[in-house]
């Protein structure tokens, strides 16, 4: 079960553009929490702790409104076109009892037996769809490589997950894969072409010497020629 950052908010009294303005100039980003079937609820929450909260690439929060909890699904951030900061965030509540969907990050395990003989262990897919309550939603899903050979490749239904999480990416996507070096094989191609070079200049010296010695032998009929003319 994840650990989910927590968010003190406060609820914004004031509405409207300039009213947003003013909460960014105390160091606090303007939010709207959606409920289904209810008004949205407006917020501010201070600015250091939402780009901490964001670094970590979560989707759901955890939310302090009125000294009560409550997880949100991150909706939407509003960044700031030319500086790229936040200024504006959207959160959709969500019930503990309901599951949702959402993406999360798939990380390997183990050493695979591939690329202790020299192999290359290559992420395909760094995240999937899952669905679950949020008090289940791991912070990443872990897949085995141990027993990945050469050139060999794992899916998505290779992916362990805990219980009560449900899988919605197809399973036959491939997430892992263990190739051959590159190098290797431009050294194997590089090698055929200088055995075809190595060809092609023999060919090419073979062919000079005989025309040397076609020369040689026309050049001693001449001679022979000339002398009998004497």
């Not at 050979?149 to 899916?155: D, G, I, P, V």
Request: hydrophobic share 35%; aromatic share 4%; charged share 35%.
């Amino acid at each position: 079960m994840s650990k989910f950052e927590k968010l003190n908010v406060d609820i914004r009294k004031e509405h409207g553009t300039s009213a947003a303005r003013r909460t960014r100039l105390r160091d606090r980003i303007p939010a709207v929490l959606y409920h289904s079937g209810l008004e949205a609820t407006p917020l501010s929450m201070d600015k250091k702790s939402l780009y901490k909260a964001l670094r970590t690439g979560q989707m759901i929060f955890e939310v302090i409104v009125d000294k009560k909890s409550q997880f949100v699904l991150l909706k939407e951030v509003q960044y700031h076109p030319v500086t790229d900061e936040v200024m504006h965030v959207d959160f959709q509540k969500v019930r503990e009892d309901e599951k949702i969907s959402l993406e999360v990050a798939v990380r390997s395990t183990g050493e695979s037996q591939g690329v202790k003989l020299g192999g290359i262990l290559v992420q395909l897919l760094n995240s999937v769809t899952i669905k679950c309550k949020p008090s289940e939603i791991p912070e990443f899903l872990e897949i085995d490589v141990t027993a990945m050979e050469m050139n060999t490749n794992l899916f998505v239904k290779d992916i362990s997950l805990p219980d009560d999480v449900e899988m919605m990416t197809a399973e036959d996507i491939a997430v892992m894969s263990v190739q051959e070096p590159k190098e290797e094989k431009e050294e194997e191609v590089s090698d055929e072409l200088g055995e075809e070079d190595g060809l092609e200049d023999a060919e090419s010296g073979e062919s000079e010497e005989s025309s040397d010695k076609a020369e040689d032998n026309t050049s001693e009929s001449q001679d022979k020629s000339d002398g009998e003319d004497q």
